[in-house]
């Protein structure tokens, strides 16, 4: 992620996408310590809902988890 932000920037991209990008990184680097369990990810995306009988911590977690993938990758497609 770092290295394709980085090789955005570098090149010949516009203001308003080096803005983006700014925010981007920053958003990213906000909802790391969510984003880091790759599964979890992979389940808050996969999954409508969390299987039925998780407990309310883990509901909380997951849709923790799917706002912070969404708030820095842009997949509501995913959902349609």
């Known amino acids: 992620m770092r290295g ?3 090789e955005i920037k570098g090149g010949e991209a516009s203001d308003k ?3 983006y990008l700014e925010k981007l990184e920053k958003r990213y680097d ?7 369990d790759r599964s979890k990810v992979i389940e808050s995306l996969a999954c409508l809902m969390p299987p039925k009988g998780t407990g309310e911590a883990d509901v909380h977690a997951f849709y923790d988890c799917r706002e912070a ?3 820095v990758f842009p997949v509501k497609w995913l959902r349609k």
Do not use: A, F, G, N
């Open 4 to 6: 394709y932000i980085s």
């Open 17 to 19: 996408l080096v803005k």
């Open 30 to 36: 906000e909802k790391m310590p969510v984003l880091t």
């Open 69 to 71: 993938v969404e708030e």
